[in-house]
């Protein structure tokens, strides 16, 4: 039997999209091993969001390549898809295979007569997963692409324009998924909230509620990134009234000064940023709402800086992932004056780190006695066991039975380690 091993970089679509490409290899009868073993193929999918995504990306690509050097290597994702010739440059590469066609890798090997690049237009194909990779959560790829065109971000180029799965083949993939065991799918994309804008007649909101009235079973399901200006009022209705829904929302500010906003291409400003965040904790009681931030986006002055810690520290964000500006050849701000020094970077960056910690631990106590929804994932300990709340708590519960898989109702009472401590209240399978 053939083996084939896989190395994933950057982010939970590419993620996604290597399961994706797992399960096409076992179909076609591959045995799937470990990346450190001899295999005899090896897919890597690359990320190039940042410098340090392009040099990792290339480390793992030289590891696969020395590990077996006859085996087949074939480099696809976002730095494949940018700069093919540097990934053809690298000995040992057999493919290189641009994102839209990276479903396709078993027969593009079949068929391969020397090293491509491929760039197509090709629909998003349903995934029918066959068997269970994880023990709780699944994500499902509703869209790829992205027409915002920030200036800071290579992602448009790498992943072209908004493409999305159609709503009937979302739907039969969440029920095989449901149907597999699943308790929490988080539908995922590039620009998850601009889902349907291809398609003409649905959007995010639509699709979930069709999910929600056609799917069956124990599950819920959560929202990946959602930009701010694609937050609707449906979309937060339908997250208040229907408990299947994760209250849960993760949206990327970037930066609390409208000239650097400006600067970037984001559509909005501190105050509508502000507005709408306070908007969803008002009429969603226990909300989690998380945030992305960038520093040292060029000509980000200290009083644009401290625009934005303030901005963030006066509003219930539970938790930041905080990123520096990491200049992308191609993008318009890689042209941008007034880049900003490492080290000021690397300051602005620590202050914002040190903010998250404050703030999720303020999360942690605000939830003490609250009951929470919690699905259990992990064992920790002997009796120990760890799991997530809908609106996004770590919990540790205590119990003698193995708790893995199911929903229970959680009372927290303390918090231990960055997590929320709670006692288990009732267990349902
Ligand atoms: S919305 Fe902006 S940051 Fe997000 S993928 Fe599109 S261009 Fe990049």
């Given at each position: ?9 950057g ?15 076992m ?13 005899d193929?090896?897919?890597i ?5 940042t ?7 290339r ?8 590990r077996?050097p ?23 590469v057999?493919?290189v ?6 479903e396709?890798i ?6 391969f ?27 499902i ?17 790498a992943?072209?324009a ?18 597999l065991?699943y308790?929490?799918?988080v539908?995922?994309?590039?620009h ?25 079973g ?19 209705d339908?997250?208040k009234?229907?408990p ?12 609390g ?9 984001r ?13 969803i ?10 945030a ?6 060029p ?6 800086f ?8 006066g ?11 990491s ?5 318009p ?9 490492e080290?000021?970077?690397q300051?602005?960056s ?5 903010l ?12 003490y006695?609250?009951v ?17 709340s ?16 199911s ?7 303390g918090?231990?380690?960055g997590?929320?401590v709670?006692?288990v209240?009732?267990r349902?399978?």
């Open positions: 039997m053939r083996k084939a091993a896989f190395y994933t970089l982010c939970k679509v590419n993620q996604v999209e290597t399961e994706q490409i797992k399960e096409s290899f179909k076609q009868g591959y045995q799937i091993v470990d990346f450190n073993e001899a295999a193929i090896y897919v999918n690359t990320c190039t969001v410098h340090v995504s392009d040099r990792k990306s480390a793992v690509i030289r590891r696969a390549t020395r077996n006859l085996a087949e290597v074939v480099v696809t994702g976002c730095l494949a898809e940018i700069d093919p010739d540097q990934i053809k440059a690298i000995p040992g057999s493919l295979v641009g994102n839209q066609d990276k396709s078993p027969e593009l090997l079949g068929g007569t020397g090293q491509e690049a491929h760039r197509g237009s090709t629909p998003l194909k349903p995934v029918l997963f066959t068997s269970r990779h994880e023990r709780t959560r699944a994500f790829k509703i869209e790829d692409g992205c027409n915002s065109y920030c200036t800071y971000c290579i992602v448009p180029y992943r072209g908004v493409r999305s799965k159609a709503p009937h083949h979302v739907q039969s993939e969440l029920q095989r998924l449901v149907d065991g308790r929490e799918i539908l995922t994309g590039i998850t909230g601009l889902y349907g804008y291809d398609l003409k007649n649905t959007n995010l909101t639509e699709l979930l509620h069709l999910l929600l009235a056609e799917v069956d124990d599950y819920r399901l959560r929202l990946s990134s959602i930009e701010p200006l694609e937050v609707s009022p449906q979309l937060l339908l997250v009234r229907e299947r829904m994760c209250r849960h929302f993760h949206i990327p500010l970037q930066s000064s409208n000239t650097v906003l400006k600067a970037m291409n559509r909005y400003d501190r105050q509508y940023y502000r507005d709408l965040i306070l908007s904790a008002r009429q969603i009681p226990g909300v989690g709402i998380t992305d931030v960038m520093v040292g986006f000509g980000e002055s200290e009083a644009d401290q625009a934005t810690y303030d901005l963030l520290a509003l219930p964000v539970a938790d930041l992932h905080v990123f520096k500006y200049r992308r050849e191609g993008t701000a890689a042209l941008m004056s007034g880049q900003v020094e080290t000021l970077k300051e602005r620590q202050l914002l780190l040190q998250a910690r404050e703030k999720h631990l303020q999360r942690l106590q605000d939830a006695h609250e929470l929804r919690v699905l259990v994932e992990e064992r920790i300990g002997e009796r120990a066991y760890s799991g997530l809908d609106n996004y708590i770590e919990v540790k519960l205590e119990s003698c039975e193995d708790l893995r898989g929903f229970v109702w959680a009372c927290i009472t918090q231990e380690q997590l929320a709670g006692r209240l009732d349902q399978v």
